[in-house]
């Protein structure tokens, strides 16, 4: 006879011989029964093919296992990498990880705040668009649920952790100068409080090695980084509008158009005889090994700033060493250096 199907919590106790409440403790958070046991319930919803609605269950608590998990685009490879070591942290966890993309708008940021906001959220992680961000309404947003901000530092929350592009800017900056013709610096679009650091850091480090910072301001402003850096490079290419004959992009994105400018051009990018140009960029996209040349750049930690952030935030939620927490996390960065320059 066929097996009768597995309606709900009760009937899996029933026939799996696990008592409720030892179940609820697990589907709470796996981790907070032992081991053997773990193996036990594990077993059993295989073997009874029972799979609880966890959502159903969250949602009917006072205080949800829900994370939100906000990020200007999921297209970026560094906030889908981010995202993914969030979500992964999460899932083990305990917690039900909701990932929604503000789409580089503000308003499009807000509207992901009130979904959030009807899910009765245990906390959230999130990736500010940075000026264009509702700071009020991200502050009000942070006053309801543990809230841990990334990538784009704005006094909101409880926690920033992100990129020390003082530290990062400064080591390319330094190795460029050492290397050839000190770097001129082509600007990102102000899409976040990111464009307007690393433009400081590059002029800070040019002062400090002795060198005149030489900024090329972009037209335009579009999270579209490689269009920009391709249609700009054009640009500036052809009216010989860069003031060196190194450039350092504010991100690997924009570097990856120039590149390709830079060949639409017949210009020749690299560090050996017969090169026209070199071009740096920010980040180490996990495409910038695969252009031609490789990119010469500085590597954020992306797994460093995700778990950094989920710890965090575990801990603000769950109220351990919460008070020991730092409430600015900078990390620093890697110099990577290949054929681009």
Known sequence: MEEKKIRNMDEFATVSGISRPTLS?????????????????????????????????????????????????????????????????????????????????????????????????????????????????LRQFADEAPTVLFDSYLDVGQVFVGNDNFNSIGLIVEYLCRTGEPPCFLDMPAVNLNASERRDA????????????????????????????????????????????????ANDRMAIGLLAAAYSKGLRVGRGAGCAMRIAGHDDHPLARFTCPPLTTVAQDYTAIAERSVESLFALIEGENRDAVPAIQRLGARLIMRDSA
Not at 39 to 53: F, V
Not at 208 to 232: D, K
Request: proline residues 6%.
């Open 25 to 137: 403790k697990y589907f709470n958070n796996p981790r907070r029964v032992r081991g053997s046991t773990r193996e036990r319930i594990e077993a059993a919803l295989d073997k009874y093919d029972y799979r609880p609605n966890l959502f159903a269950m969250n949602q009917n608590r006072r205080s949800t296992r829900n994370i939100g998990i906000v990020v200007p685009t999921i297209a970026d490879p560094f906030f889908a990498e981010v995202v993914r070591h969030v979500e992964m942290r999460c899932t083990v966890a305990g917690y039900w990880p909701i990932v929604i993309s503000s789409h580089g708008e503000t308003e499009q940021e807000l509207a992901a705040l009130d979904t959030l906001r009807t899910l009765r959220l245990a906390g959230a992680v999130i990736a500010p668009l940075g000026e264009p961000s509702d700071v009020e309404r």
């Open 202 to 249: 590059y002029v800070a480090a040019m002062e400090r090695l002795g060198h005149e910072p030489r900024v090329v301001p972009i037209l335009g402003s579009s999270w579209n980084f490689e269009e920009l850096g391709y249609e700009e490079g054009l640009r500036l290419i052809s009216n010989r509008e860069f003031t060196s004959s190194t450039v350092l992009c």
